[in-house]
Structures are given as C-alpha cells and as structure tokens.
C-alpha cells in the first residue's frame, strides 16, 4: 500500500513539473512592435506563435507583417487581434499601461546598450515563448561566432580607424552606444568618440574633420535611406585623401542591420572582420 | 477746354451705384468743392477721377480720356491728397515729399538733379525747409499737412483733388490749410477739385458747390445758391440757418 | 551716418567674416599659410602652396564652398524678408510667409521617403524641395488672386499662411508613416550648410544672383509702396505688379536656398530689422544692406555652428534660432524704432 502511494506521489510531482513547462501555457498569440525582437523570436522557433508584426519589421522574410505601427500604435487594432503576448521596444503615449489595463501581457525590451542586454533579451524571448533551450543554443551560438571573428581580426584592427556613418550629413555614433561598442571589441579607434563633446552618443561631425582624421574604415549605414554607396563617398570633395576611400575599404551595412541589436549583429561583425581582412590583405 | 470734365459718370462697388451719371466740368484754375452727406460717393468720385477704381461714362482731362492715359500720365497730371494719408513715421520730410516726384522716374531709375530740385521748391513754398530732416512721426498735424501738400505739389500736377483737406485740424489750422492751397493755386495755377464736409468752409473757398446726394448730383452752382436751408435739410437731413449767403449755422430742435 | 558709410561698414563686416569662416575650423590652417594657398591659384606669381594635400583640400574643397554657400544663402533670405516686409507693410513678414518653407519641406519629405533604391539622397534633395516650395508659393497666389483684389497684401499673406498649414499636415502625416525617415528629414529641416564642394554654389549663385538683383532694382518702389497701396497707385506705379516682381524674386532666391540648404530660420527677420534700428527703414539703403549683413552674419553663425561643439557640429538653424529669440526681445524692446515701419 504505501509503495503505491509512493509511486502515485512520484507521478503527480513527474506530471506537475512537466505541466509547468508544458507548450500549451506559452503564449500562442504574440504580437512584435519591435523589428529586432521580431528577428529573435523567428530565430529561436517562435515563428509559429507570432500573429502579427509592426510595419518595420522586414525581417524575415516570412513574418506576418501588418499596417501596425511601433511609434504611433492604435490600442484597438493592437487588442483586435486579441494577443496573450505584446513585444515592444518603445512606450509611446503610455501603451504599455493601456494595454496592461486591458489584461494583455505586455514585455518592454527597448535598445540593448552591450551586447550582454542583447543576449538577455533572446533569452527573455525564450522563456517567455516556451523555448528557453533553443535561446540559450541560439545565444551560445552567436557568442562563438563573435569571439571567433574578434580574435582573428583583432590583431589586424590594431591601430586603425573606424568611422561609422548614419547620414550622409555625416552623423555617426561613439564608443557609448551598442554599435560602437562592436568597434571597441575589435579594438579599433572610432573618430566620432574625440567628437562627442555633447555626450549624446550620436554627434554630427564636420566634414572637415572627418577627411583630416582620414578613417581607415568607413562603415555606411545609409545605403538605403539615402542613396549614399562607396561611389557617391569617393565622389564628396576632400574624401580622395581619406584612407579608407584609397583603400576601398568602405563597408555597406544593410541600414536595419545596424540599428538592430538582434540574431543578426553576428553579420554586422562579420562585415568588420572581412574590412579588416581586406586592408590587411 | 475744361481742366476736367465728367460725362454721365457712374462708379458700381459691390454691385451699387455709388456715383450715378454724374456729369460735371472744371475750369482750369477754379475751386469746386463737393459737398453732400456721408456715403453720397465723393470720395468714390474722387478716386474715380485719379484713375484709381473703375467708371462708366467718360472723364477728360485737358480733353484727354483719362482711360487712354497711362498711370504715371495721370499721376503727372492729377495729385491726391487723401483724408488720412498714411505717413510713415520713420521717413524724412523730405523723403516723403520727394515721393511726389514718383512719376516722373523711371521705373527702375533714381530721381535726377530736377527731381531734388523740384522737391526742394515744393519744401520751400510750404515753409518745410527747417523741417526737411525731421522724421514725420515727429511732426503736429499741422505740419503733416503741410507735408502731404508738398508732397502734391511736388507732383507739378495741375488738378489737385483733396479729400477731406481739413478734416483732423483745429479751426487755426484748417484756416491755415485751406489759404495756403489757394494761395498754391493762384501761384501755381493749379485747378481744384475738393470734397468737404465743413459746409461753411465750403462755401468760402471754393467759386462752385456740387451738392451730391444718393450718387447723383442734385444742385450745383456759386455757394450761395446751394447753401440754402431747404436744400440742406432735404438732403443732410439736419436743421440750419444760412447767413449772410454763407455762413452755415446749425440749430437745434426745440 | 551717411548711406555711402553703411555699405562701406556692411561690406568690410563681410569680408572679415568671409576671412573668419575661411580660417576656423577643427583642421588649423594659418592666416599666412591660407594667404599663400590662394596665391598659389593666381596665374602670375609663382608661389607654392606650404599646405599639405589634405590640407589643400580641406581649405579648398570643403571649406571655402561652404563659407560662400553660407554668404549667399544669407544675403539671399536677408534680403528676401527685407523685401517680403516691404511689399506686405509686415514687420513679420519673412521669406518664408507664402509657404515656401512648408513646401519645401514637404518636397524633401517626399523625396526622402520615395527616394528609388540607389540614387543619391544629396543629388535628388534641391530639385524637390525647390518645385516643393515653387508648387506651393504658386497656391498661395492662386488662392490670394481667386479671393478678390482690393485687399492689397494681406489676403495674399492669408492664403500664403493657409498653404502652408495644408503642406505641413501632409508632411507631418507622410512622416508619421515613414517614421523611418524621421532623422534624416528632421536634420534637413535644422538647416545645414553642406560640405559637397562647389556644386551647390554653382547651383544656388544663378537663382539668387538674378533674384537679389530683382529686388534690388525695385527699392527704391518699395519706399514708394510705404505710403500705402492707393496712394501708391496715385503717384503713378502699378502696385500690383511690382508686388508680383519683388515677391517671384524673392521667392525663388528662396527657395532655391531653401533646396540647398535646408530650413535657415531667423535670418530673414533678424537682419532687416536690426539693420532697421541703426540704419533706419529706407529701403533704398536697407536692401543693400542686408543683402552685405545677412551674408556675414550666417558665415559667422556657421563658424559658430563649427566650432561651438568641435568637431561635431551643431546644426545651423539651431545657432540662429538660438540668437533669433532675445533678439526678439530686444526689438520689442526697443519698439520706438518699430514704429517707424
């Protein structure tokens, strides 16, 4: 008699802990008003749980992207597609606490500013979604792949210049911010940093000063917003003395690669690597 | 041939005759003074006569059709000095009467040796001289006066047209005006067409009374003969006694 | 102080704010070295340049455009406001009242936002913001014209202000649904004096060579049309089109600045009417003169722009918004002078 109900107890204690991790109380319907946790959702196996994404989230591909808005979002359109889970990265006109008070789970994950915040947030995602093993396998994944790339370029980053550039108006970003930091794993000298006497993070140098500094690596991540190519850089009168121009050493950077603090800053990386690679060929 | 003559002159605004088959001539050299009640069109009149709004019927001056006759020919030709002209108080006098000399410059041209001249004159005769550099928001309404008619005589315009001359003046002053512009066109040979409200000044400068009415013109000829009680009644509507031909006294009901 | 002394003043103001801009910078160059450079160019003396490649191209490329741009661009909205004021008889008046500003903007938006994958931002910027400004300057007339005479100015200034309210809630929506563009637009809108060489110099001197001329033959008219529309009339001029001319001149020097450089605010009220209290409100001497003043006066915010923050840079607009608003205060202040508009 007490074997049996030993043997009952072990099967409730086996049947309550599987139950606790069980798929069915996973969120099903999940919306992201976030496109770098769109990306990180499809990249952990969540993709099927997702019911709706915000307008610019075009990555990837196949995620169900809709007229939703993250800057500008309408509660009700949000609510009509009646989601257990919302994602943003942003909490304009106090959204986050409308959609609260209607009893929708709302998880804010605004810009990571290391990449130990980004790996948190996938692994956020994981648990949340119910696939906590494939986050943290995804996470381990992106780490190696970093600290493989970091440690064969650091060597030949030794020395050089990098000059990131968000607008052609010459607006670029500090070691402060997440994309600079990328730069500083590699070692190399960012020229926005002596720039940034504001602090923002995001100064807006002069051309004068860009050419003088004369760049090794120039890093353009205004391809699509603003038509600007490593033609049109060569093309800007002074830029024919900057060393990255000489080189040909002027990276393209899909614009949301590098606004996004997802999967897919791995491919950021490799980009740098490979700049790297090619002055040091 | 008239200074200025009017044939069967009408002024539509806003789809109503303001001035109605009006049909007057001036002899170069007279006063003819306009009177009438408010809204009976002789500011409309007036401005019809400088070319500023549009007419039926036919205006000569010297025998020429006004609407053949360019706009800086007629700004040669015609001077008007409006009830409240608008000054700005930054500009010197003598900017202000160099103005006058507007259509005599090219259009993209400077005023000549001539222009400063004639200014000059123009300054002179109307005792400015010593006010020549004076801003004009610094001047009494007098002297602004005396401005605006140096301004008009800069113009070496033979047809002087006077809104309202003597409107904002004191009784010193409006004396003051009104036998300075007679004496101008005695001097100058000017002619002079005026539209006044003061009945009694009316009469004692000007050779001929048009009394306007409803935008006709209803009696005409020296001031005696339109000054008087019955006409003044039928038309402003107010109660007078005429003396001595001229002077027109207001009286009050009982 | 006589005229002739004024523009004498204006002129040499200039040209040390030209010399100022041509040796500030992040990159020092010297007096003497500068001088030397120039000498370089000149066809008969055979001096050599003691500045280093990049150096030479700093100062020649980069640099000197943009002084010049920046003495153009500001000449060209000084003495478009100082115009616009005077055929409106508006203190307030500014080279963006007809809605050139919002136009332009709007055309940069739109450009921005439809911008084909692969053509260049910088190239595709001036031409739609400046038919932006042309389309909507040229509603604002329609509008003023179908709206009756009579009125003078102030119903074209109306319909100028209705335009303009109309293009910027189009702008502002186009922006809302492209927020991606935000930045980019957002900067533009600041004003800036670019650092792309001699291009927008070439492009901006034509437009803003014929329109300030335009406007400077007409001054002295402008002083006539002060005595009010009807008066003017009587003394012979044809109000309605010098008012056509001066506006058209002004309006399309603007707006091609406007393209080049995005929105400048300020220029085109402070100028005139500092140049008003000191100088008086002839316009026979205030065109010039603002013409001389509003160049050196954006060259050295531009130096300001340069150096406040070296070696960033702070956006143009924001250093003559930043005088524009005690300037204000000051004007008020002093509003004895105003009264003489």
Known sequence: ?281 | ?254 | MSGRLWVVGAAAFLAAALLTGALVGPVHIGLGAALESVGARLPFLHIDTPLTQTQESILWDIRLPRVVLGALVGAMLAVAGASYQGVFRNPLADPYLLGVAAGAGLGATIALVYLPNGVDFQKVLPPAAFLGGAVAVAAAYAIGRSAGRGSGGATLVLAGVTVASFFTAVQTFVQQQHSDTLQQVYAWILGRLPSSGWTDVKILLPYAAVATAGILLHRRLLDVLSVGDEEAASLGVNVGRVRLVVVLCATVGTAAAVAVSGLIGFVGIIVPHAIRLVAGPSYRLLLPLSVLFGAGFLVLADVIARTALSPAELPIGVVTAFFGAPFFAVVLRTSRRMASL
């Open chain 2, 1 to 254: 041939m008239s200074a200025l003559a009017l044939e069967q002159v009408t002024v539509e605004l806003g789809g109503r005759a303001v001035v109605d088959g009006v049909s007057l001539a001036v002899e170069p050299g007279e006063w003819v003074t306009l009177i009438g009640p408010n809204g009976a069109g002789k500011t409309t009149l007036l401005r019809a006569v400088a070319g500023l709004v549009g007419h039926g019927g036919r205006i000569t001056l010297d025998g020429q059709g006004l609407s053949q006759l360019g706009r800086r020919e007629v700004a040669r030709r015609v001077a008007v000095v409006p009830q409240v002209p608008l000054m700005p108080t930054g500009m010197t006098v003598h900017e202000y009467v160099l103005l006058g000399r507007t259509p005599y410059v090219s259009y993209l041209g400077r005023e000549s040796r001539r222009d400063v001249t004639a200014a000059g004159q123009a300054l002179a005769r109307l005792d400015l001289g010593d006010l020549a550099g004076r801003q004009l928001g610094t001047l009494s309404g007098g002297e602004r006066q005396r401005a605006v008619l140096a301004r008009a005589l800069a113009q070496e315009a033979s047809l002087l047209l006077l809104d309202e001359p003597t409107s904002a003046l004191d009784a010193g002053r409006q004396q003051e005006a009104l036998e300075l512009i007679d004496a101008l066109r005695l001097d100058a040979g000017l002619t002079v067409l005026a539209a006044m409200h003061d009945l009694t000044l009316a009469g004692q400068y000007a050779s001929r009374l048009l009394l306007l009415s409803n935008a006709r013109i209803v009696a005409q000829g020296a001031p005696a003969e339109v000054l008087t009680e019955p006409l003044i009644a039928e038309h402003y509507g107010a109660r007078v006694r005429v003396l001595d031909g001229l002077a027109v006294v207001p009286v009050r009901p009982l």
């Open chain 1, 1 to 281: 008699m007490s074997r049996l109900f030993l043997g009952l107890l072990v099967a409730l204690l086996v049947a309550l802990s599987a139950a606790s991790g069980s798929p069915a109380a996973a969120p099903q319907r999940v919306i992201s008003l976030s496109p770098t946790a769109t990306e990180s959702l499809f990249a952990i196996g969540a993709g099927k749980q997702v019911v709706a994404v915000d307008d610019q989230s075009d990555y990837p591909k196949q995620a169900p992207r809709t007229t939703l808005s993250g800057f500008t979002p309408n509660v009700e359109a949000i609510a009509g597609y009646r989601p257990d889970l919302v994602v943003v990265s942003y909490d304009p006109n106090g959204l986050v606490a409308t959609l609260r008070g209607l009893g929708i789970r709302v998880v804010v994950q605004d810009a990571a500013k290391t990449l130990d915040e980004a790996y948190a947030q996938i692994r956020q995602l994981g648990s949340l979604t119910g696939h906590a093993k494939q986050a943290g396998a995804l996470v381990a994944k992106m780490r190696k792949r970093i600290w493989e790339l970091v440690s064969a370029g650091t060597q030949r980053a030794r020395g050089l210049t990098v000059y990131h550039e968000l607008g052609p108006d010459l607006y670029s970003v500090t070691s402060n911010t997440f994309i600079g930091k990328v730069y500083g794993l590699f070692g190399l000298k960012n020229i926005a940093d002596a720039a940034d006497t504001g602090g923002t993070g995001y100064p807006k140098l002069s051309a004068e000063y860009v050419v003088s500094e004369s760049p090794d690596i120039v890093v353009l991540a205004d391809i699509a917003c603003c038509g600007q190519s490593p033609r049109t850089v060569a093309a800007r009168p002074g830029w024919r003395s900057v060393a990255a121009v000489r080189t040909g050493t002027i990276v393209r950077i899909d614009d949301s690669i590098a606004s996004r603090w997802g999967p897919r800053i791995v491919n950021f990386v490799r980009a740098v690597a490979a700049a790297l690679a090619h002055i040091r060929k």
